[in-house]
């Protein structure tokens, strides 16, 4: 997956399901699994739009 690439639907299953795609030199097992659990959709919602509204690039 090369950057750029990842969209909200993306970003909504890393949080909901972080073993689903894990960054290279990331072992799987070490992101909480349970945030579907622990926030509501409202919250999952603004996070997505928040983490995808962030300017990341490298200068
Ligand atoms: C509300 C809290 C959190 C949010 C919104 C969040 C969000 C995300 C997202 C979107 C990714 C995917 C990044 C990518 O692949 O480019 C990610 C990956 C990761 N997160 Fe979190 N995270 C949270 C909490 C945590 C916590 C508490 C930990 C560890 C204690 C953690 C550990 C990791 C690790 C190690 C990865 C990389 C492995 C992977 O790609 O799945 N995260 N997180």
């Given at each position: 997956?090369?950057?750029?690439?990842k969209?909200l639907?993306?970003?909504?299953?890393?949080i909901?399901?972080?073993?689903a795609?894990?960054?290279?030199?990331?072992?799987?097992?070490?992101?909480?699994?349970?945030?579907?659990e622990?926030?509501?959709?409202t919250e999952?919602e603004?996070?997505?739009?928040y983490?995808?509204n962030l300017?990341c690039?490298?200068p």
């Amino acid at each position: 997956m090369q950057r750029g690439e990842k969209g909200l639907d993306f970003l909504r299953e890393s949080i909901l399901d972080p073993n689903a795609f894990v960054e290279e030199g990331f072992p799987p097992n070490i992101m909480p699994g349970n945030f579907g659990e622990l926030l509501t959709d409202t919250e999952i919602e603004t996070l997505v739009a928040y983490i995808a509204n962030l300017d990341c690039r490298t200068p």
